[in-house]
């Protein structure tokens, strides 16, 4: 059979600050060599006018549902099979049914080989079900031009688990993984062997699992002499030893949930990793061994008020964060925020990702004391100000010291990448142009 595999973008638009997606590697090596499979990243380049394949398969995340929605539309035919995974398929599985033939529900390691099994035999399932339990399979070279045959700025993906030891209220992970799922490190030392770049990232939800495998992991990588950038929480980033372990093995950049500086905010996040108290002695720590920081905020919790905005800013450019994501809550489906939210009739819309109107950026909900105007232009202004010339020059200044010319040359393309990118995302509306989805 003839597959299509399509890596959705939000909307019509080629992004610049793309990453492999490894999830590529993972099918291509579960799918059987009978079959003659194509991948498509739409955030790299235009899908075709049309796509001649007996299965058309969609990894669906919430800000790409209504893009997966409307290109099943155009897609479908008499004689083909649609399919959608991912992490927005595995919380609303019947609402995928509406738009595709089959749903996959968890991990690709537990659904995609029954599902091709059950194409060929002509009696394909609504839905597949993973128990979590299937062991990870390995990815393909990412050097393979039959799976990635567009430019990734030389970054290599690597993934080595999957879920998060943590239970934050806003965040998707838990919706899909009920704990941790983590790789051999054997294989993971197999995968980054046969990896050409130098420049890694790290897409787990968190590295640091425990000290012991950190510590086996950064033993590991050591002698690759890889240059890598990850996630960690704030327990990692208190640790001397790790860190120093971590700058020896190749580390230069550590993404950090900071979230909020609000005690109030936290708590009702269940950040129970966060001390909002000793932030800034964590970024000194981080700093004293040669790392720059990656910080994420999360603004619009019901302890946020209109001066939230310009205290986050401050606290950023004033500790010199490299780069940052400042995003407003959004009450992702399944999530205890969305429980909460909708409980509390305060969704502006009840499926806001479907919805005709919304624009990335957008608020979802009404928050507690600000309106949702304020919301969505206080973190825009915050955004654009951030990734300002004067500002990134005087972030810049008070890096240097903790750079080496590889870090310089990546805080400089991250910047100058973000704030393009924010500047052509903003506004935009989900899926590209209206159709007729479901918008309650």
Known sequence: MKIAFIRLNMF????????????FGIIHSLTPPQHQITFYDERVKKLPERIDADIIAFSVETFTAKRAYILAKKYRTKRNI??????HASVMPDEILHYADSVLIGDAEGTWGAFLRDCESGRPKQKYISDETAPFAPVRSQSDSSIYRHHYYGVGVCQISRGCKFNCDFCSIKTMYHGVRRKPLKQVERELRAMKERIIFFADDNLFYDKRSAMALFRMLTPLKKHWACQISMDAARDDALLAAMKKAGCFLVLMGFESLNRES???????ANAAADYEAVIRNVYRHGLLIYGTFVLGCDGDRPDVFQRTLDFAVRNHIAVTNFNPLIPMPGT??????EQEGRLLRRKWWLSDTYRYGDTAFLPKHM????????????RTEFYSLPCIFRRLRGSLRYMQPMSLLIFLLANLISGREIRRKQGQLLGGYLHEADTD
């Not at 649609?82 to 992490?87: K, P, R, S």
């Not at 936290?266 to 129970?272: D, G, I, R, S, V």
């Open 336 to 341: 205890g925020v969305y429980r909460r939210m």
């Open 82 to 87: 649609i399919v959608m995974g991912g992490f």
């Open 266 to 272: 936290l708590a009702e996040m269940h950040k129970a």
């Open 12 to 23: 019509e638009h080629i992004s610049s600050d793309a990453m492999k997606p490894i999830l």
């Open 371 to 382: 309106t949702p105007e304020q919301l969505a232009a206080g973190c825009l202004r915050i």
